[in-house]
């Protein structure tokens, strides 16, 4: 499908801000973003839901923007789930098949079909009250699959669900989908989640699409601070070019946050005195009890601290390294031997490094 310069305002509100968009056919997408971002509102003009003020929805190649919902072969899971408490679960799947006038024997085949995809095959009798909560985000998931529609759209699918359920039901919504081939895309506003299920992600802010990308290019090559920001935790440092080298692609620069010379790698020359900002990942960052040893690539980059702040949390340890200049560095260490207590304590000095390739240069 391909969504062609979509422009929605309220007011002098840009929702969605000439917003152009291929997604390709049998694959999970996801809209991430924040509230007010313009994700849901995007959602709804796809759906039919809300009209846009320019620009096109094309599902096939077909122009379907002033189609009304039931015309496009487009069906829509809400986060509330919006199932009908006084039927029963086959009852609710069949809804809208009943509606098409669609013959009782292919009801019947496509409600057991569904049923078995979700693998409630023997629940079809109970009533919503019933069923916990991963049930009914499931009966919901099969009623809106149930129409064989060519997009579905998920508005926040797992918001509902605590958190154990949630990382669950994750997986099976991607092996679902991947059974049945339909396009789904997804909103959300939980980067885990859109990372964990979706095979590209928009990052959207304030009304337009900031990045597209998979989730790994996201994670490890943001386009701007938002997006190094939105995606992850992160270290960013303020800085400007001292040199730049073409060949190895190694540029060099001043953080007078640090109060360091810190090197990275660029693919572009940057002129010298080019305002960028350095972003490291806290899990790309080396902990050492002393000065690594001159002439390793542990030495890089290579800054000094004290232990501020300590987080245990099972799986890592997080640490909050101040340094001499104030500057707060933020550090993860995976725990991969068993242990209860963290390596390091409050007030332990500590060198911070990391590889100048571990290190992305934001221009924008």
Request: proline share 5%.
């Amino acid at each position: 499908m391909r969504i062609e310069g979509v422009t929605k305002t309220f007011g002098k509100v840009y929702a969605c801000d000439d917003v152009s968009l291929d997604i390709y056919r049998g694959e999970f997408f996801a809209l991430l973003g924040g509230s007010g971002s313009g994700k849901s509102t995007l959602l709804r003009i796809l759906a039919g839901l809300e009209q846009p003020d320019r620009g096109r929805i094309l599902i096939d190649g077909v122009d379907v923007t002033r189609l009304p919902p039931y015309k496009r072969s487009v069906n829509m899971m809400f986060q509330s789930y919006a199932l009908f408490p006084h039927m029963t679960v086959a009852q609710n799947i069949a809804f809208g098949l009943r509606q098409d006038r669609l013959p009782s024997a292919e009801i019947r085949d496509r409600v057991q079909h569904m049923l078995e995809l979700v693998r409630m095959p023997q629940l079809g009798n109970r009533k919503p009250h019933q069923l916990s909560g991963g049930q009914r985000q499931r009966v919901a998931l099969a009623r809106a699959l149930a129409k064989q529609p060519k997009l579905l759209l998920l508005d926040e699918p797992l918001g509902a669900l605590d958190k154990r359920l949630r990382e669950h039901t994750q997986f099976e919504l991607v092996n679902i989908q991947e059974r049945v081939g339909t396009t789904f895309i997804m909103v959300t506003h939980d980067q885990e989640e859109a990372m964990t299920m979706s095979s590209r992600i928009a990052v959207m802010d304030t009304g337009a699409i900031v990045q597209v990308s998979t989730p790994a290019v996201l994670y490890e090559y943001p386009a701007t601070r938002f997006v190094a920001e939105f995606i992850g935790g992160i270290n960013l440092f303020e800085g400007r070019v001292l040199s730049s080298d073409e060949e190895t692609g190694m540029v060099r620069i001043q953080c007078e946050h640090l109060d360091a010379e810190l090197l990275a790698r660029h693919t572009d020359p940057l002129p010298e005195g080019t305002s960028v900002s350095i972003a490291v990942r806290p899990e790309k960052i080396d902990v050492h009890e002393a000065p690594p040893p001159r002439g390793t690539v542990a030495t890089e980059n290579v800054v000094e601290g004290r232990v501020a702040d300590v987080a245990y949390l099972g799986d890592v340890s997080i640490y909050r390294v101040k340094t001499a200049s104030g500057a707060i560095i933020r550090v993860q260490e995976t725990h991969v031997e068993r242990s209860s207590e963290p390596h390091y304590d409050w007030d332990d000095t500590l060198w911070l490094s990391w590889e100048a390739a571990s290190a992305v240069v934001l221009t924008a």
